[in-house]
């Protein structure tokens, strides 16, 4: 069964910080990866995706991640975070047969 | 386009009522999900549907019925609602050409309590 492990339950970090969250995903098959945003009050949004080509894919708001077929990972990076950031993180998969598993979150807060 | 739309926004049941989330989209989407987020737990996928007469279970199906008569509706049925099931539900849709390679657009979400 595929899963979706997400290392980090909070991150607090100052604005200007650099950000990383970890993702990590067990499948044995060809998998879709992706990052989704849900700031307080809203639904999930797409931060970006991943599906084949250049492992380093970049979303909104200078949003990226770098898909590691070797260590099944698919972490989220910004090199500067700002305050408006703060929001709950998903990493999810999706498998061929159309099912998609979703990590349990990170919520990241942003101190001004 | 209106994306996703879930009905209602909010609501509360008493333990043992019945009701049905509705959850329609107007993109001709094929996969639809359904989606339960409680606090620290993330996204627990519930029932999903690859296309009109088509559902198939997720994580955490139990207490929970689906149907997909059409490709735009794919309501949720709660036959016997009880306290485990507060949460908040989230509808969302993709367009999977069979490995599923699009983005899920979700719904604004039902807040549901039982008590």
């Known amino acids: 069964a595929q899963s979706v492990s997400q290392h980090n339950h909070h991150v607090i970090l100052s604005e200007a910080a650099s950000l990383e969250l970890g993702c990590n995903y067990s499948y044995g098959g060809t998998v879709n990866l992706f990052w989704y945003v849900q700031y307080p009050g809203q639904h999930l949004q797409l931060l970006l995706k991943y599906f084949s080509g250049d492992p380093l894919v970049k979303g909104i708001k200078g949003f990226e991640a770098e898909f590691i077929k070797s260590k099944f990972s698919f972490n989220l990076r910004k090199p500067s975070v700002q305050w408006s950031d703060t929001a709950e993180y998903f990493c999810?998969?999706?498998?061929?047969?159309?099912?998609?598993?979703f990590g349990d979150g990170t919520t990241l807060t942003v101190k001004p | 386009n209106a994306g996703v739309t879930q009905t209602p926004k909010f609501r509360i049941l008493k333990i043992g009522q019945s009701m049905t989330l509705q959850c329609t989209q107007d993109?001709?989407?094929?996969?639809m999900y359904w989606y339960r987020q409680d606090p620290g737990m993330g996204l627990k996928l519930i029932y999903y549907s690859v296309g009109a007469g088509i559902t198939d279970k997720g994580e955490v199906p139990n207490g929970y019925n689906v149907s997909r008569s059409t490709t735009e509706d794919f309501p949720l049925r709660l036959e016997l609602a009880a306290p485990s099931q507060t949460s908040v539900y989230f509808c969302?849709?993709?367009?999977?050409?069979?490995?599923?390679?699009?983005?899920?657009?979700f719904g604004q979400g039902t807040r549901l309590t039982v008590v």
């Open positions: 999810a998969v999706n498998a061929p047969s159309g099912k998609s598993t």
């Open positions: 969302a849709s993709s367009y999977g050409l069979g490995v599923a390679n699009t983005e899920a657009f």
């Open positions: 993109m001709n989407h094929n996969y």
